[in-house]
């Protein structure tokens, strides 16, 4: 693994920014994306440059079960909030959250991954260690799935509810044995919460008990980490 060190989320943006620039010169078409704070700066940085993603393909991680697209909670609208309706792509695929056959939504899921091979992903991390919403237990080679959600990770979403009760308790999600499939991976982790995780990430061993552990046995990631979330490493 490789570890930039970074002041503050802001540069940590423009750090993963020119990562992604020169995946794409290099001739990457798809950007496998990730929601959540951690890469909001780095949204900011590409949708402000003069970088053409309209024969981009773009594949997200993950989406809450139960919400409609257009719900301001959902993954799909949080992408069209923070890049797509300011740097369309191609295709832009979100697992559909709507779909109540859980069957039917992982599998068609997964195809689109075999059908669009993930250049660069960007990863965000829990602080359980989680990436995806995949929690700790989820296996290595495991393909999209319908996931329950941690006491933990409902807990870290109550901020984004009005009510504690509306927090979806599912998820639809990639699984690590797709993640691991990229060519390249990025994870953007800032603050001191997510110290044990990178910790555990970098430093542990490789236990399905840190999901996030499973990118020790990937040939090409980066991390991009503040000091608070190094400042367990050994």
Not at 15 to 28: H, Q, S
Not at 207 to 231: F, M, R
């Given at each position: 693994m490789k570890i930039i060190k970074v002041k503050d989320t802001q540069m940590g943006g423009k750090?993963?920014?020119?990562?992604?620039?020169?995946?794409?010169?290099?001739?990457?078409?798809?950007?496998?994306?990730?929601t959540g704070s951690s890469p909001i700066t780095l949204y900011n940085e590409m949708t402000s440059?003069?970088?053409?993603?309209?024969?981009?393909?773009?594949?997200?991680?993950?989406?809450?079960?139960?919400?409609?697209?257009?719900?301001?909670?959902?993954?799909?609208?949080?992408?069209n909030e923070h890049l797509f309706n300011k740097k369309p792509f191609k295709n832009s695929y979100v697992p559909d959250g709507s779909n109540p056959d859980a069957e039917a939504a992982t599998s068609d899921y997964d195809k689109i991954i075999e059908d669009n091979p993930i250049d660069l992903q960007i990863l965000g991390i829990g602080r359980n260690g989680h990436i995806?919403?995949?929690?700790?237990?989820?296996?290595?080679?495991?393909?999209?799935?319908?996931?329950?959600?941690?006491?933990?990770?409902?807990?870290?979403?109550?901020?984004f509810f009005e009510d504690e009760k509306d927090v979806p308790r599912f998820a639809y999600s990639m699984g690590i044995g797709s993640i691991m499939k990229a060519k390249?991976?990025?994870?953007?982790?800032?603050?001191?919460?997510?110290?044990?995780?990178?910790?555990?990430?970098?430093?542990?061993?490789?236990?399905?008990?840190?999901?996030?552990?499973?990118?020790?046995?990937?040939?090409?990631?980066?991390?991009?980490?503040?000091?608070?979330?190094?400042?367990?490493?050994?």
């Open positions: 750090e993963a920014f020119n990562l992604v620039k020169k995946d794409i010169e290099d001739g990457g078409k798809v950007l496998g994306l990730a440059s003069d970088l053409d993603f309209s024969n981009m393909t773009s594949v997200n991680l993950d989406e809450y079960v139960g919400l409609q697209p257009t719900n301001e909670q959902s993954y799909h609208y949080f992408m995806g919403f995949n929690e700790p237990g989820s296996p290595f080679d495991g393909k999209t799935r319908k996931v329950g959600l941690t006491e933990s990770t409902i807990e870290a979403n109550t901020r390249k991976i990025i994870l953007l982790a800032y603050g001191e919460n997510k110290a044990d995780a990178i910790a555990a990430t970098v430093d542990g061993f490789a236990t399905e008990d840190c999901p996030a552990s499973a990118l020790q046995n990937h040939p090409d990631v980066t991390l991009i980490i503040d000091d608070a979330a190094a400042s367990k490493l050994k």
